[in-house]
C-alpha cells in the first residue's frame, strides 16, 4: 500500500448520549462495511478524545471518527455512503475532504498514505491537517503521558490551529491527534519552533515511546457539514 491514495477522507459524527449505545454497536460493526465499500484501500473506525490529553480520562463517547483512502476520485454516492450507517444516530457531521502532502511511519504495519514527499507547499484556502498515531509501547506508557501536557497547553495557545481533537482505536495505548491548521506555515511553527514540542521530538528516540508510529499532513481541500463538530475555532478562538 505504498501508492499515494487519491483521496483521504476524514468523517466525524457527534452522538447525543442517549445514543451512545447504539454508537457504540455501530462501532463494532461498521469496520467490515467501510473496508468492503467499492474504491476504499484502507479504513478504520475510530474513537476520538477532547484533545486536551490521553488515555480514557481524554475519551470523549459522544464523537466517533473514520478515515478512509480511496484509490480513485470516488463517486459522490461512495463518499455518502461512509456515513449511511451514522445517520439515525448522529445529531451532527462533518466530513474533510483530504490530499496527502508528506507521510511517514506505518499503521498497522502498512503505510496507507503512500509516499509523498516532504512537500509543505502552500495549502489552499481550507488550510492544512496535521494526523499523529502511535502505539504506545506498555512499559513506556506512563513516562509518554507525563510528557504530554506541556505540549497540549502550547498547542491550545498556538496561533493559526483551527480545530483540534483526540483519536484512538482503543481507550489505551492506541492514539493520536488531529489537527487543523490556516496554513503550512503556522503548523510548522508549532512543530519546530515551539520549545515544548521540539523537546517531546527529542525524547521520542531516546524514551522510545513508540511501538508503531505514523506522522501526516495533508492539504484540506475541503469542509463538508457542521464545523463544531469539529471543535473548529474561528480565528484561533473557539466557536460558540
Same mark, same amino acid.
Given at each position: 500500500?505504498?501508492?499515494?491514495?487519491?483521496?483521504?477522507?476524514?468523517?466525524?459524527?457527534?452522538?447525543?448520549?442517549?445514543?451512545?449505545?447504539?454508537?457504540?454497536?455501530?462501532?463494532?460493526?461498521?469496520? %467490515?462495511?467501510?473496508?468492503?465499500?467499492?474504491?476504499?484501500?484502507?479504513?478504520?473506525?475510530?474513537?476520538?478524545?477532547?484533545?486536551?490529553?490521553?488515555?480514557?480520562?481524554?475519551?470523549?463517547?459522544?464523537?466517533?471518527?473514520?478515515?478512509?483512502?480511496?484509490?480513485?476520485?470516488?463517486?459522490?454516492?461512495?463518499?455518502?455512503?461512509?456515513?449511511?450507517?451514522?445517520?439515525?444516530?448522529?445529531?451532527?457531521?462533518?466530513?474533510?475532504?483530504?490530499?496527502?502532502?508528506?507521510?511517514?511511519?506505518?499503521?498497522?504495519?502498512?503505510?496507507?498514505?503512500?509516499?509523498?514527499?516532504?512537500?509543505?507547499?502552500?495549502?489552499?484556502?481550507?488550510?492544512?491537517?496535521?494526523?499523529?498515531?502511535? %502505539?504506545? %509501547?506498555?512499559?513506556?506508557?506512563?513516562?509518554?503521558?507525563?510528557?504530554?501536557?506541556?505540549?497540549?497547553?502550547?498547542?491550545? %495557545?498556538?496561533?493559526?490551529?483551527?480545530?483540534?481533537?483526540?483519536?484512538?482505536?482503543?481507550?489505551?495505548?492506541?492514539?493520536?491527534?488531529?489537527?487543523?491548521?490556516?496554513?503550512?506555515?503556522?503548523?510548522?511553527?508549532?512543530?519546530?519552533?515551539?520549545?515544548?514540542?521540539?523537546?517531546?521530538?527529542?525524547?521520542?528516540?531516546?524514551?522510545?515511546?513508540?511501538?508503531?508510529?505514523?506522522?501526516?499532513?495533508?492539504?484540506?481541500?475541503?469542509?463538508?457539514?457542521?464545523?463544531?463538530?469539529?471543535?473548529?475555532?474561528?480565528?484561533?478562538?473557539?466557536?460558540?
Amino acid at each position: 500500500m505504498d501508492a499515494v491514495p487519491a483521496l483521504a477522507t476524514l468523517h466525524v459524527w457527534r452522538v447525543p448520549r442517549r445514543a451512545l449505545g447504539a454508537a457504540l454497536l455501530r462501532m463494532a460493526r461498521e469496520p %467490515r462495511r467501510l473496508r468492503a465499500l467499492p474504491g476504499v484501500r484502507f479504513a478504520k473506525l475510530l474513537g476520538t478524545g477532547t484533545g486536551t490529553g490521553f488515555g480514557p480520562g481524554d475519551a470523549d463517547l459522544t464523537r466517533y471518527a473514520a478515515l478512509l483512502t480511496w484509490a480513485e476520485e470516488p463517486a459522490a454516492d461512495a463518499v455518502h455512503a461512509v456515513g449511511a450507517g451514522w445517520a439515525g444516530v448522529a445529531n451532527g457531521s462533518a466530513r474533510l475532504d483530504l490530499t496527502p502532502l508528506a507521510s511517514r511511519g506505518l499503521w498497522s504495519r502498512v503505510a496507507p498514505f503512500g509516499a509523498p514527499g516532504d512537500a509543505y507547499r502552500d495549502a489552499p484556502a481550507a488550510g492544512v491537517l496535521a494526523l499523529t498515531r502511535a %502505539r504506545l %509501547r506498555p512499559a513506556r506508557a506512563v513516562t509518554f503521558w507525563r510528557a504530554v501536557p506541556p505540549v497540549v497547553s502550547a498547542l491550545h %495557545r498556538a496561533p493559526g490551529l483551527l480545530a483540534r481533537f483526540g483519536i484512538g482505536e482503543a481507550p489505551i495505548g492506541w492514539q493520536g491527534t488531529v489537527t487543523v491548521w490556516r496554513s503550512a506555515a503556522d503548523l510548522a511553527g508549532f512543530a519546530y519552533r515551539t520549545p515544548q514540542h521540539r523537546a517531546v521530538i527529542a525524547r521520542t528516540p531516546v524514551d522510545r515511546w513508540y511501538a508503531e508510529d505514523l506522522f501526516a499532513r495533508f492539504a484540506v481541500r475541503g469542509i463538508d457539514g457542521d464545523r463544531a463538530v469539529l471543535g473548529w475555532r474561528e480565528g484561533g478562538r473557539a466557536q460558540r
